[in-house]
């Protein structure tokens, strides 16, 4: 991949308050109300738009189903398993198409969302630029090697996201997010069963009762013949629900979930920046945003590119 990485400039702010002015309370209300069902849909539209954002863009590929002329869409990958929130997107389009038709794009859709559970369960948020456009396919091939794999090789992982526009601060900032959600057992099966190819070790960086708690929510039998993807655990399993920075006090006691989330405590490319995020949230908040921010405008499509969907699964 080249490291030449295309920001959207022409995006804006209020882009939406004279072409369709309802539109993002209209996003705002309708995550409000699927989050106050189940709190678990806002880390989903929060990994929904990092997801699409850092194959080819926020281009709301993501969000399109495979179909003859689209055999392998990027939803489908196995490297984008526990996608959810496309329902929640659905909804929030199918309301502004009947306020506003063919002027709300799919992907901004998808990244005010993703702005909206923010606020819901993290109680802060920030402004989000309209004015993306949606992308004409998707591609499940494109996924792979884009969708950062949970290794806690720190170097490859900052090469990783600065190949993609993304500082190691961006990195570990956005890392945050995983305050919320589930990761798959499948994901740190190894750390607990199978540590450096050691049938029944487990990693010792993880802390002994941790690890035994995780082992009952990803029981070595089941996980190992087929389970670890359907069995999942919480990321943050002590406010599983509020997006905060006890992911980073987590990490000091050695309860991070995912080897790369562990190893962000101890690498000291990023061990001065975690500490730093632990003892005060409002940097964190702020760094977080401004990320955020940055990731919604990689390689975006504007003006005449692309198109604006009426239905965020098909093209038109």
């Known amino acids: ?13 209020g882009f939406y308050n004279e072409r369709c002015p309802l539109a993002e309370g209209i996003v705002r209300a309708t995550v409000a109300k699927a989050v106050a069902r189940n709190p678990g849909m806002a880390a989903g539209l ?12 926020c281009d709301a590929s993501i969000l399109l189903d495979k179909s003859p002329q689209n055999p392998d869409s990027e939803k489908d990958n196995l490297a984008n398993p526990l996608l959810r929130g496309f329902e929640i997107v659905d909804d929030a389009k199918a309301e502004i198409e009947a306020q506003c038709p063919h002027t709300v794009s799919c992907a901004d859709v998808l990244a005010f969302a993703a702005r909206d559970s923010v606020a819901a369960v993290g109680g802060f948020t920030y402004a989000v630029p309209g004015g993306r456009r949606d992308s004409l396919v998707s591609h499940g091939r494109d996924v792979d ?23 190691l601060n961006d990195m570990v900032a956005l890392s945050g997010a ?13 750390r607990l069963y199978f540590f450096n190819d050691t049938k029944f070790r487990t990693d010792p960086s993880l802390d002994p009762k941790f690890a035994a708690f995780l082992k009952t929510k990803c029981p070595f039998g089941e996980t190992d013949s087929g389970g670890g993807i359907i069995r999942t655990a919480n990321l943050d399993n002590t406010t599983p629900d509020r997006l905060d920075v006890q992911y980073f006090e987590n990490l000091k006691n ?5 080897s790369s989330d562990q190893a962000l405590e101890s690498d000291p490319l990023t061990a001065a920046t975690v500490r730093r995020y632990r003892n005060d949230r409002a940097a964190w908040m702020k760094d ?17 590119q692309g198109e604006i969907r009426r239905n965020c699964r098909v093209v038109n």
Request: charged fraction near 15%.
């Open 1 to 13: 991949m080249g490291s030449t990485v295309v920001y959207g400039e022409d995006l804006e702010v």
């Open 46 to 57: 929060i990994r929904l738009h990092f997801h699409d954002c850092i194959v080819l863009g």
């Open 145 to 167: 090697g884009n969708v950062p794999p949970p290794l806690p090789d720190i170097p490859f992982l900052k090469r990783h996201f600065e190949q993609r526009g993304l500082s």
């Open 178 to 190: 995983h305050s919320i959600g589930v990761a798959p057992c499948a994901a740190f099966f190894d």
């Open 254 to 258: 050695h309860m991070g979930v995912l």
């Open 288 to 304: 977080f945003a401004v990320a955020m921010v940055k990731m919604g405008k990689l390689k975006v499509l504007t003006v005449a």
